[in-house]
């Protein structure tokens, strides 16, 4: 039984979630601050965080950018702002998904589901899944931990959408991706294509792996395409 984490101060909320996702077959645990949220990952196995941006007096892109330096877990973000700045935003510090309030239970459920699977299905049927790290460019990438390691030997820990971005590119090396396809693999299917969030992404990605954006020959901008990962890519057991 999946365990769903939700952290929202507002008593109704967290009330009508944990009762309808427990109905829905969930197991579901709330919190009302980030303290009550670590002291809950700290403890139990949680599958899933569903997090209200504006917490009182705290700060839900701060916490969600805490989380991605010590957990995996994927995060959906709730959130009365619901312009594409914010979104952006959430999707920047490590959000898996972005949900504006006022919303249908009904459609978190359908976002909770999706971003489940696809956090399960990463590895899917690929050719990596019998290998615990893939190598590029000089880089190794070990897909169990969801980190990299530099040339150098500098550890990177990647946030959800990052690793699953990376994924796709190296699964598709030295060939142009759509915006499109890559939010299809990334995101919930509810992302538009005019949707900033895999620029987001890649952005994050040159920058943790030393490729800038305007020399880049790593992760190449392909014109009127999107982009493409540029490497020779190996795998290890």
């Not at 705290?58 to 916490?63: A, C, F």
Request: some cysteine; overall charge neutral.
């Amino acid at each position: 039984m999946d365990h769903i984490l939700v952290v929202d101060d507002d008593a109704n909320i967290r009330q009508l979630l944990r009762d309808y996702l427990r109905e829905m077959g969930y197991q579901a645990s709330t919190a009302t601050n980030g303290a009550q949220m670590k002291q809950i990952l700290g403890t139990a196995q949680v599958d899933l965080i569903v997090l209200d941006l504006m917490l009182d007096g705290e700060d839900g892109l701060d916490l969600t950018r805490e989380l991605r330096r010590a957990h995996d877990t994927p995060v959906i973000m709730l959130s009365a702002r619901g312009g594409l700045l914010d979104r952006i935003l959430g999707l920047e510090m490590g959000a898996d998904d972005y949900l504006p309030k006022p919303f249908d239970p009904r459609e978190l459920l359908a976002k909770i589901k999706v971003v489940l699977r696809r956090t399960r299905a990463m590895p899917g049927t690929r050719a990596a899944d019998a290998n615990a790290f893939i190598t590029f460019a000089g880089w190794r990438l070990d897909t169990r931990m969801k980190q990299m390691r530099s040339p150098d030997g500098v550890v990177v820990s990647l946030g959800g959408s990052d690793y699953r971005t990376l994924r796709t590119l190296l699964d598709h090396p030295n060939r142009p991706l759509s915006r499109e396809f890559l939010l299809d693999q990334v995101f919930s299917k509810s992302m538009t294509p005019l949707d900033r969030a895999i620029d987001v992404c890649v952005s994050r990605l040159r920058q943790q792996l030393k490729d800038s954006a305007r020399e880049a020959t790593l992760i190449r901008t392909v014109r009127n395409e999107g982009y493409m990962l540029v490497a020779d890519v190996g795998y290890e057991a």
